[in-house]
C-alpha cells in the first residue's frame, strides 16, 4: 500500500517542517494563508494541513538550513526587517514562520518589484510593504519599530555598509543580522570565500559578533548565509 506525504516539525526551527513523500524530502513551512498562493509553490495537504514546501533554488534561507545552518532566529512571533524583499518569494516563507503574531518590515527599492509584493502583504497581513533604499534608514522611521531579525539580501557592492547602518537604528541588542552574500555582486575578481571573510570583518568591526558563515552551493554557487548577533 502507498503511503501519502507525511510532515514533521524541523527538530531545531519551530515553524519549519519536512515533508516527507516517497523517497523525496522537502523543506515546508505551514502555509498562514491557506489556499492562497503566494508566488508559482507547490502545496502539499496533510491531515487537512496545507503546506508550501520551501525550495532552496529559490530561497536563500532554505538553501542554508538544508546545507546544515545552526542559527535561524526567525521564529514564531519574530519582527523583522527585510532588505531587499522584491516579490516576497523568501518572506513569504518568513511570514508563514512567524504567524500573526509577527510582523516583517520589508524595504524595496524597485516600484515594480513591490508592486508584485503588494497581494500579497495583502493576504497575508503580518508583512509591511516600504518602498524606499535601504541605504536611508531614516526614511522608513515613521512606519520600522525596533526588530528581533536584521534581513538583508540586496546584492550590492556596499551591503555590509548598508547592514551596519540599519542595524545601527533598528536592530535590538541581542538581536540577530543574518546576510545573504553574493561574491561576485562585491568583487568578481576575489575567490568567494575571501569575500566573504572580508563581509565578516567589516561586521565585527561594525560591533556584530559573526556566529556563523554557510556556503549555499550547489543550490546556490558563489554565494554565502552570514549570521551574526548585536
Ligand atoms: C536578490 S533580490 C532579493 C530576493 C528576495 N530576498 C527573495 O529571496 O525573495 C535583491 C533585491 O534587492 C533590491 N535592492 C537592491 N538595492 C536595494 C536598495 N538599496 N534598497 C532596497 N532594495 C534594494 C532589488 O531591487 C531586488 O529586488
Known amino acids: 500500500m ?3 506525504p507525511r510532515a514533521s516539525p524541523h527538530k531545531s526551527f519551530k515553524g519549519v517542517f519536512w515533508i516527507q513523500d516517497g523517497r523525496r524530502r522537502n523543506l515546508a513551512t505551514l502555509n498562514l494563508v491557506p489556499g492562497f498562493r503566494s508566488y508559482d509553490e507547490v502545496s502539499v495537504v496533510v491531515n487537512g494541513k496545507e503546506y508550501r514546501i520551501w525550495p532552496p533554488r529559490r530561497s536563500k534561507p532554505a538553501a542554508a538550513i538544508l546545507n546544515g545552518l545552526k542559527n535561524f532566529p526567525i521564529r514564531p512571533g519574530s ?5 531587499g524583499i522584491a516579490s516576497g518569494t523568501t518572506a513569504s516563507h518568513f511570514s508563514d514562520i512567524i504567524g500573526r503574531k509577527g510582523v516583517i518590515y520589508g524595504v524595496e527599492i524597485s516600484q515594480r518589484v513591490l ?11 503580518n508583512i509591511v510593504p516600504i518602498l524606499a533604499s535601504a541605504r536611508r534608514p531614516e526614511e522608513y522611521a515613521h512606519v520600522v519599530e525596533m526588530v528581533d531579525v536584521l534581513y538583508v539580501d540586496v546584492a550590492q557592492p556596499d551591503q555590509a555598509e548598508i547592514l551596519l547602518k540599519n542595524a545601527g537604528v533598528y536592530l535590538r541588542r ?3 543580522a543574518v546576510i545573504a552574500v553574493k561574491a561576485s555582486s562585491i568583487d568578481v575578481t576575489l575567490p568567494p570565500k575571501k569575500v566573504y571573510r572580508l563581509v565578516e570583518d567589516r561586521l565585527t568591526r561594525g560591533g556584530l559578533k559573526v556566529l556563523e558563515r554557510v556556503d549555499l552551493a550547489p543550490f546556490d554557487p558563489k554565494h554565502a548565509m552570514i549570521v551574526a548577533k548585536k
Open 174 to 176: 541581542g538581536g540577530y
Open 2 to 4: 502507498s503511503r501519502g
Open 79 to 83: 519582527r523583522i526587517l527585510y532588505l
Open 115 to 125: 508592486r508584485e509584493l503588494l497581494p500579497v502583504a495583502d493576504a497575508r497581513r
